[in-house]
């Protein structure tokens, strides 16, 4: 993964700042490494636009989805 500038990333409770392609972390997450994970997942899922991604919501919960409802998008938690 490239970093192309430097940024913030940012919870309630964690925070990551990248700089000339070092990072510095803070926090109970690795935020960098969610990143980096999630960026490999829609990379290998061919780079999808954000239009192929849906959300269902119910009163038993929500799920995020590529392409359509069936396609569940695995969490990162």
Do not use: K
């Not at 994970?37 to 919960?61: I, K, N, Q």
């Amino acid at each position: 993964m490239h970093w192309a500038e430097d940024g913030w990333l940012a919870t309630t409770d964690s925070w990551a700042y990248v700089r000339d392609g070092h990072v510095q972390q803070w926090g109970p997450r690795d935020l960098f490494g969610e990143l980096e994970r999630a960026y490999e997942w829609w990379w290998e899922a061919g780079s999808p636009e954000l239009y192929d991604f849906g959300l269902t919501v119910t009163a038993d919960g929500q799920t995020a989805w590529l392409g359509s409802p069936g396609a569940v998008i695995p969490s990162s938690g």
